[in-house]
Structures are given as C-alpha cells and as structure tokens.
C-alpha cells in the first residue's frame, strides 16, 4: 500500500501539516508528498491511499491551485 498525500498551500501551513503526516505515517506506509499546482489527476490514480489538504481562506473560500486542480478533474 502506499500513500499520496495532496495539497495545496497559498501561506504554507497546509504544506507544513502535510509534511507532519508523512513523517507520522512513514513508518506505517510508504508515501509521498504533492503539491497539487504541479499535479495531474492521473497522479490520483498512482496511490492506494489519499490524503488531501485543503485549506480554505476568506469565509470557507478553496485555496487557489486546488480550485485550479478540480477543475482540471472535470
């Protein structure tokens, strides 16, 4: 099994948490990190397990590069 964990971070708090969760859960299970504005959604497709950090600004506003990844889904 392994893992992609997925984010997209405008001041870098939600690529800071992303790095905490690969140093916890790489001793359990292989996993890598991925920004998602040099991301593509078969990247998606690469892992058995996603973690996907979402941050929001404003009232609940999607941060940028994952409102652009979504869109790129579609």
């Given at each position: 099994?392994n893992m992609g964990?997925?984010?997209?971070?405008?001041?870098?708090?939600?690529?800071?948490?992303?790095?905490?969760?690969?140093?916890?859960?790489?001793?359990?299970?292989?996993?890598?990190?991925?920004?998602?504005?040099?991301?593509?959604?078969?990247?998606?497709?690469?892992?058995?397990?996603?973690f996907l950090g979402?941050?929001?600004?404003?009232?609940?506003?999607?941060?940028?590069d994952w409102a652009?990844?979504?869109?790129?889904?579609?």
């Open positions: 099994m964990i997925f984010y997209g971070s405008s001041t870098g708090n939600t690529e800071m948490a992303a790095e905490k969760i690969k140093e916890q859960m790489g001793e359990f299970v292989p996993n890598e990190i991925v920004d998602v504005s040099n991301a593509t959604p078969e990247q998606l497709l690469e892992y058995d397990l996603l979402v941050s929001t600004w404003n009232i609940g506003d999607m941060q940028d652009d990844f979504l869109r790129r889904l579609e």
